[in-house]
């Protein structure tokens, strides 16, 4: 059985639309709907970003050499793309070169700058490289960075624009939402206006970094973005994935079936799939031979090969992706991993240490408890991986519960995606010390609801009411989850579809509930079930033009 707790009042026939709303804490819904202009804070609120915009100036007009790092994620992509293009923009002959990591490394960590470089810009990282920025500072090497990641303090030999080190009133934009911040003031000192055309890489960056969308500033930027695809990149990718998305540009699409292209080629993409992807986010016109199967060679726009090129890597990333779990399953099942308060594992051999993230999120959704994988160990005896939270569960902030362990070398990134660093001898602790630490939290799901509702007085309208809000829904602006109670079991109302059997169908009062990824076993229990109670979530199934109101399942109990 699953916890639930009742946010509001439960409004769902009255006005259901408020009661989302208000249990959110958002009290003017328009505005949050269709946020103007005026949500966004000027840019002079975010500290040395004047200092910035005269450092890059000045290289410009001197005809510096400037060298921009391109961190290794999607808002990384972003965020270098866009400052890249606006600099091209200001000054076609400025002399702005980028560099592609090959590796999951941040910042400049690693990569060894030229000579002949004047200024280096690290958008979506560096805040923190405070040794980095002395020794370049030491070479005479100027350093801007436009960071949104948590900061131990501000940097001595770097100017660093980044809100989390001053009072800035919105700490929710990411590397492209504060690269854009510095395009809007260049814009002003300039006397132009070519930030705004910027917006849908801004949109992309900050959706795909899973930022928090509730700030009104955020969500000004990401809505005025979706409104208008500029990136012919972007408008290829939504092109191939025009089935699943059904040709809407939202939030969620967005989300599930762009990003994770994108995604794909950094971690499993050669160098020059990745070179060839920047590329193709600034706008790079070039045409290369490609042959179709079944077809003759033809010339293609690289944009659109990489679009391509993406579709295959998801699917090559996938099928590493689920070996790897596979894997991890019978290493948890085996060594009966499940008995802990999290989920750790190390001593697996994964080939594609840059996946690790991507399975970590797995095991923490089908275990239901937050994961920590480690892939690789040093000379040292460190060993690396990345850790994730479980956002269904009591525990919170759990980059703060690792660094509070006091066993780990680094935790580093977003409070629930992060990478760590532990050496081998502090390994053996780990779950005796988790367990210890986390012993008061309850690990089972446990579920924030909005409505409670018997199923003989659920009406398919609060479905269609809520619908309405599809292109909305976001990290801080989550979909609503229903509790409907008491759903009658009889053999006439119950179906296990789709060829590998793992679908069910439960259909009564003019809803169908429907569950993914299940088994026969599964249906077989519910189906010799009186009722079944479920939480889940409303969507509106459109085929052949004709709506379909459906709860899809996440969780249930039976009686």
């Given at each position: 059985?699953?916890?639930?707790?009742?946010?509001?009042?439960?409004?769902?026939?009255?006005?259901?639309?408020?009661?989302?709303?208000?249990?959110?804490?958002?009290?003017?819904?328009?505005?949050?709907?269709?946020?103007?202009?005026?949500?966004?804070?000027?840019?002079?609120?975010?500290?040395?970003?004047?200092?910035?915009?005269?450092?890059?100036?000045?290289?410009?007009?001197?005809?510096?050499?400037?060298?921009?790092?391109?961190?290794?994620?999607?808002?990384?992509?972003?965020?270098?793309?866009?400052?890249?293009?606006?600099?091209?923009?200001?000054?076609?002959?400025?002399?702005?070169?980028?560099?592609?990591?090959?590796?999951?490394?941040?910042?400049?960590?690693?990569?060894?700058?030229?000579?002949?470089?004047?200024?280096?810009?690290?958008?979506?990282?560096?805040?923190?490289?405070?040794?980095?920025?002395?020794?370049?500072?030491?070479?005479?090497?100027?350093?801007?960075?436009?960071?949104?990641?948590?900061?131990?303090?501000?940097?001595?030999?770097?100017?660093?624009?980044?809100?989390?080190?001053?009072?800035?009133?919105?700490?929710?934009?990411?590397?492209?939402?504060?690269?854009?911040?510095?395009?809007?003031?260049?814009?002003?000192?300039l006397g132009v206006e070519y930030s705004t055309y910027f917006h849908d890489l801004v949109a992309l960056g900050i959706i795909a970094d899973s930022m928090v969308l509730s700030d009104l500033e955020t969500r000004y930027?990401?809505?005025?973005?979706?409104?208008?695809?500029?990136?012919?990149?972007?408008?290829?990718?939504?092109?191939?994935?025009?089935?699943?998305?059904?040709?809407?540009?939202?939030?969620?699409?967005?989300?599930?079936?762009?990003?994770?292209?994108?995604?794909?080629?950094?971690?499993?993409?050669?160098?020059?799939?990745?070179?060839?992807?920047?590329?193709?986010?600034?706008?790079?016109?070039?045409?290369?031979?490609?042959?179709?199967?079944?077809?003759?060679?033809?010339?293609?726009?690289?944009?659109?090969?990489?679009?391509?090129?993406?579709?295959?890597?998801?699917?090559?990333?996938?099928?590493?992706?689920?070996?790897?779990?596979?894997?991890?399953?019978?290493?948890?099942?085996?060594?009966?991993?499940?008995?802990?308060?999290?989920?750790?594992?190390?001593?697996?051999?994964?080939?594609?240490?840059?996946?690790?993230?991507?399975?970590?999120?797995?095991?923490?959704?089908?275990?239901?408890?937050?994961?920590?994988i480690l892939n690789k160990i040093d000379k040292d005896g460190v060993w690396k991986g990345s850790a994730r939270g479980y956002d269904k569960g009591e525990i919170v902030n759990f980059k703060d519960i690792v660094i509070?362990?006091?066993?780990?070398?680094?935790?580093?990134?977003?409070?629930?995606?992060?990478?760590?660093?532990?050496?081998?001898?502090?390994?053996?602790?780990?779950?005796?010390?988790?367990?210890?630490?986390?012993?008061?939290?309850?690990?089972?799901?446990?579920?924030?609801?909005?409505?409670?509702?018997?199923?003989?007085?659920?009406?398919?309208?609060?479905?269609?009411?809520?619908?309405?809000?599809?292109?909305?829904?976001?990290?801080?602006?989550?979909?609503?989850?229903?509790l409907v109670k008491d759903i009658p079991i009889k053999l006439s109302n119950i179906e296990l579809k789709g060829q590998k059997e793992n679908v069910i169908l439960i259909k009564y009062n003019n809803i169908t509930y429907?569950?993914?990824?299940?088994?026969?076993?599964?249906?077989?229990?519910?189906?010799?079930?009186?009722?079944?109670?479920?939480?889940?979530?409303?969507?509106?199934?459109?085929?052949?033009?004709?709506?379909?109101?459906?709860?899809?399942?996440?969780?249930?109990?039976?009686?």
């Amino acid at each position: 059985m699953f916890k639930y707790n009742l946010i509001g009042d439960n409004d769902y026939i009255f006005d259901p639309i408020g009661t989302i709303f208000a249990n959110r804490g958002i009290d003017d819904y328009k505005m949050f709907l269709n946020p103007k202009e005026s949500v966004v804070n000027h840019f002079s609120l975010l500290k040395n970003i004047n200092k910035a915009v005269q450092c890059l100036l000045k290289h410009i007009n001197l005809n510096s050499d400037i060298l921009i790092i391109t961190d290794p994620d999607v808002d990384g992509y972003c965020s270098a793309s866009i400052i890249y293009q606006y600099i091209q923009l200001i000054n076609t002959k400025a002399s702005v070169k980028w560099i592609i990591r090959n590796d999951k490394k941040h910042g400049a960590e690693g990569i060894d700058i030229p000579e002949s470089v004047n200024l280096l810009i690290l958008p979506d990282s560096g805040s923190n490289d405070f040794e980095i920025h002395k020794r370049l500072f030491d070479r005479g090497i100027d350093v801007i960075v436009l960071d949104h990641h948590e900061a131990e303090m501000e940097s001595e030999h770097a100017i660093v624009v980044n809100p989390q080190i001053d009072n800035y009133p919105n700490k929710t934009l990411s590397g492209a939402g504060i690269v854009i911040k510095f395009c809007e003031a260049l814009d002003e000192h300039l006397g132009v206006e070519y930030s705004t055309y910027f917006h849908d890489l801004v949109a992309l960056g900050i959706i795909a970094d899973s930022m928090v969308l509730s700030d009104l500033e955020t969500r000004y930027y990401v809505k005025n973005g979706l409104s208008e695809i500029n990136n012919d990149f972007l408008n290829a990718l939504l092109e191939k994935q025009k089935f699943s998305t059904k040709g809407i540009v939202n939030i969620k699409n967005i989300s599930y079936y762009i990003a994770p292209l994108i995604n794909s080629v950094i971690r499993i993409g050669d160098l020059q799939e990745k070179k060839d992807m920047f590329k193709s986010f600034i706008g790079t016109k070039e045409l290369i031979r490609y042959k179709p199967r079944g077809s003759s060679e033809i010339s293609v726009l690289l944009f659109d090969d990489m679009a391509r090129r993406c579709v295959n890597a998801r699917g090559k990333q996938n099928r590493i992706r689920d070996k790897i779990v596979q894997c991890i399953d019978d290493h948890i099942n085996k060594n009966n991993l499940i008995k802990n308060k999290i989920i750790f594992v190390y001593n697996i051999e994964i080939e594609e240490e840059n996946v690790t993230g991507l399975v970590a999120n797995i095991i923490a959704d089908k275990y239901k408890r937050p994961t920590i994988i480690l892939n690789k160990i040093d000379k040292d005896g460190v060993w690396k991986g990345s850790a994730r939270g479980y956002d269904k569960g009591e525990i919170v902030n759990f980059k703060d519960i690792v660094i509070k362990s006091n066993l780990f070398e680094m935790a580093a990134g977003h409070q629930e995606a992060f990478g760590v660093k532990i050496h081998k001898d502090n390994v053996s602790k780990v779950n005796k010390v988790f367990n210890k630490l986390l012993v008061d939290y309850d690990i089972s799901n446990s579920y924030n609801v909005d409505f409670e509702i018997k199923a003989n007085a659920f009406k398919d309208d609060l479905i269609y009411i809520i619908s309405e809000l599809n292109d909305e829904w976001g990290k801080g602006f989550e979909e609503p989850y229903i509790l409907v109670k008491d759903i009658p079991i009889k053999l006439s109302n119950i179906e296990l579809k789709g060829q590998k059997e793992n679908v069910i169908l439960i259909k009564y009062n003019n809803i169908t509930y429907i569950m993914f990824k299940t088994d026969r076993d599964t249906f077989d229990k519910i189906n010799n079930s009186n009722t079944i109670s479920i939480v889940g979530r409303a969507n509106l199934n459109i085929y052949n033009e004709v709506k379909n109101p459906q709860i899809i399942i996440d969780s249930f109990y039976l009686k």
